[in-house]
């Protein structure tokens, strides 16, 4: 069993930031990718970005220019951080973890809402 703490959502104005950060064991080894995906009340779950262990990032479209992802990888964290909000970012925001062995591992969750 592996745990992924996550922490940093909350409720903000449009057009506010969070930063959104995940941190798993420090004895694990084998990260590869470290990302965010998001799901919203009667929608499947979404990418939101990712970063390779070398540093290259994905983005999906609805958040390119919003949203930048980064990783310590001394830390085992990864981060998020989410400037001019929009309403339509309001889900809850799940950090997901790669291995080099293909295995994924999710979060528990962190609630986003943006609104007025």
């Known amino acids: 069993q592996v745990e992924l703490v996550e922490s940093g959502g909350g409720q903000v104005q449009p057009g506010g930031s969070l930063r959104l950060s995940c941190a798993a064991p420090?004895?694990?080894?084998?990260?590869?990718?470290m990302g965010w995906c998001r799901q919203a009340p009667g929608k499947e779950r979404e990418l939101v970005a990712d970063?390779?262990?070398?540093?290259?990032?994905n983005y999906a479209d609805s958040v390119k220019g919003r949203f930048t992802i980064s990783r310590e990888n001394a830390k085992k964290t990864v981060y998020l951080q989410m400037d001019n909000l929009k309403p339509e970012d309001t889900a809850k925001y799940y950090c997901?973890?790669?291995?080099?062995?293909?295995?994924?591992?999710w979060g528990q969750g962190t609630q986003v809402t943006v609104s007025s």
């Open positions: 997901e973890i790669k291995t080099t062995l293909g295995v994924r591992y």
């Open positions: 970063i390779s262990s070398g540093g290259s990032t």
């Open positions: 420090v004895t694990m080894f084998n990260i590869n990718v």
